[in-house]
């Protein structure tokens, strides 16, 4: 029997996690997919938002501020990277500059900090290749990229450390309650008990509702968004995140260089019925580049080394729907996390544990909790004398795998063996970059696939690529059966 | 009646025009031209290349090829013979993996070379 | 410790640099990444190597032991599994950062640099195909590797997107392991492919090609499950209503190779557009003193033989350059494609060099059965030669005698179709 179970391991559900490992309860996260962070926690902007564009009062406006405030203090307990390059919300004409004033008020009266308008001579000047037709610029210092992968791992195995129970390609089928306890069914047929659930499925929060709930209160309205990745070698043609002026639609079509170099273009914004849909169009594609060339026309589109999308969990609800089940007690639902998603999840976790649950529930604190989680110390993130110490205790780090972003085996070997294991190429990928520069693998992926073989004692015809059954190699040849 | 064919001896390709009566080629630019369309006519062969079990550290599967060109009809045959081969190190170039494959005079061989 | 000449890569262009850079009185290191010399070779199982340097057909194996059998009892130093991972030049010297297990990272240092690492294969991300990204695609050569050298098939039912060498030997070799392979796909009118190929690879097996066509759409969860195929008009557009879909549960790509250049995050030299590798003048030096590059590193080739007699070139030019204190000269004269050329290589010719002619290395963009090549300088033409069956597939070649050279204008080529 748990005090909670938490249904969903992206970056929402890891970090709410994390925060209620700070207690002494007993807590079990469930993850349909075969990995943390595989839906939209996996393809995003990977953006801290400053706070600037949500309504004021909302819980999306609070969030947001003070998510981006608390990765600050994140990024050395949890030790996640933070590009810290600020941003522009980019006006082209006098009806953008008038939006742009309004957004600016939006700002200051979110409580972004440090936000200020700049005219075009100062934005060209921070910013020279930004299209000259720029009029004037709305500064976001506070604005920073992250890398939401790395993110929701660090939540995820930080609270594993602190007595997190994880089941990884478990998909909820059932939900019932009896008098104070849920009984939660799963996929493998094991019947799971618990006090308090977490409803942090992202796309699939509605279906978890509708497994228990006669009537939900809100609906999820899956939104896609199409992106190019640009080569990390061609990065320095943009240095801020840049925003077009929002409309009704979203924050629009952005420019936004990444922790590792990459420079993300995108996302595009429509409706589909299908959560899963993860497809790439050539339309989608064309209104991405088309909108991106508005804000410069410098974008080395020959260096897309990458295309993905990213479904966007929004809802019926404009505002996020973070609130306790109306039907049944103790089911909190966390649901309709569009952007600001990642950058107010931090925050999302404490007001769910403090404001919704300490309402109701007295928790104990956990005095063993160790809030710090240190990542894998990249062999190339080292400096010359932490290489020759580490190489000493691992020769296996001159085994170079990845010739593109300089991953080496025992590297590839930690990923393997964390305490959320990476046991997919992707996972790798996710974990120490290997697969992720310009060959996108076309060199390393046979190294990786037989680590990873090695490593789980499989045959290598059942390493997998992302998802249960994404096996790359058939069979075995030559070999009589 | 004429028969137009490319020619697959070398890299070049030359277009060849082979009359199926009399045999008579043009187009080739070389006498292998000449001999390839005639063949192609009356008994299509190709060189077959495979690979084979090795033991190998470097690799887990070598190189073989037919010594020459065999009938176009047993291609498959051989690919399947191939498949209870195991070869051990060391392997050189010019191994004979399979003598007189089919009855054709044509030997499988090693192509490439393996000292562990 | 000091060598005067590291060659960065033991492939085909690799060890031909090495067999001609050689002398008794230089300290030269070759760095191999692989277990053992040969590069791409080694997978190419398939003949058709050395018709033009041997005079033999051999196989890819066979040419790559060849080559090593030319340089393996000089006295140089070989290492293997030892990845290059940055260069840095230092006043007049190169320091080049490696690694393997045996001594860790660690920088060796050098007078002269030959660049011979290869290419790498275009990926399905670089051409921006739409759909699904399921398990089950991947480049052409990642799946002949898998195949030929580790004896894995990466797929039951085949399509192949490009009819370039790697996708048609790959047609065949697929098939003849058992898989069903379903077509061949090429966005141009016309093959990319040697057209010995299209027979022995294709036809001999009634494997389908589909000229002016691509895919419009991937469909698969986990795995491929069916893929799409799409006419396109003169604009490479697809046209609606020429959809045929095909259930296949691999898609392997042969879509184009770049040169593996950008791995040297440290050193930056002039590269082009055009070839995605350095510019050179005739003795493959780059804009980087003691700095040379030939083979696939330097602009992607469709025959080893070429990589071998270009490689031999550069190598002996860094010789040249050691042993005689090469300088470095500023005045070139720049050669440049034009009319139909794609590229042409060298891009620079330095005259203050010695030399009665130059090779030229170039590829044509339209086909063209009868034409003629005409190189001109300035207005001035100064030679033609007459030009059979072309096609953009194969690299053409032609020797400009220095005599011909006038003036200090640039030189360019170009290629007048007459059929």
Redesign the interface.
Known sequence: MYDYIIIGAGVVGTAIARELMKYDVSALMIEKENDVCNHASLANSAIVHSGHDPKPGTLKAKLNVEGNRLYEELEDTLDIPLLKNGAFVVAQSEAEEKRLKSLYERALENGVKDCSILDREEALKREPNLNSKVTMVLDLPTTKVTYPWEVTLANAENAIENGLEFKKSTEVTQIEKTDDVFTVTTSEGTHYKTRSIINAAGAFTGVIAAMIEEHPKFEITPRRGEYFVIDRHAKGFINHTLYPVPSEKGKGILIVPQVHGETLIGPSSEFQDDPENIDNTKDGLSKVRKGATKLTDKIPFNKVIRTFTGVRASSTHKDFFIQESEEVKNLIHVAGIDSPGLSAAPAIAKYVVNTLIKANTDLRDNPSFNPRRKGIKLFNQMTDEEKKEAFRYDPRHGNLICKCEKVTEADIVHAINRNVPGDTVKGIKKRSRAGAGICQGGYCEHNVIHLIAREKNKPVTKVEYYDEGSYILKSETKVKQ | MKKE???????V?CRLSIDTDTLEVTGNRCPRGDKYAKTEITNPT????????VNST????V?V?TSDPIP?GK??DL?DK????DLKVPVN?GDVVIENVFDTGVDVIV???LGE | MNYDLIIIGGGAAGIAALKNAYDPSLNILLVEREKSLGGILKQCIHNGFGVHHYNEELTGPEYAVRGIESVENLDVEILTETTVIDIEKKDSVFNIRMTNTHDGEHTRSSKSIILSSGCYERTRGAIQLPGDRPAGIMPAGSAQRYLNMEGYLVGKKVFILGSGDIGLIMARRMKLEGTDVLGVAEIMPYSNGLTRNIVQCLHDFDIPLYLSHTISDIRGKSRLEGITLSEVDEEFNTIEGTEKDFDVDTLLLSVGLIPDINMFESLSFETSKKTNGAVVDQTYQTSVEGLFACGNALHVHDLADFVTEESEKAGKAAKTFLMENGQKNTSFIDLEASNNIGYVLPQKLDMDQPFDSVELSFRVTTKGDKGVFVIHQGDQEIMSKKARFVVPAEMEKITLKRELIDTTEPISIRFEVTK
């Not at chain 2, 191939?82 to 081969?85: A, E, P, Q, R």
């Open positions: 064919m490319i020619c697959i001896v070398c890299p390709g190709r060189i077959v290349t495979s690979t084979v079990k470097l690799q887990r599967r190189s090829k176009k291609i498959f690919i191939l498949d209870s081969v170039i192509t490439m070379k």
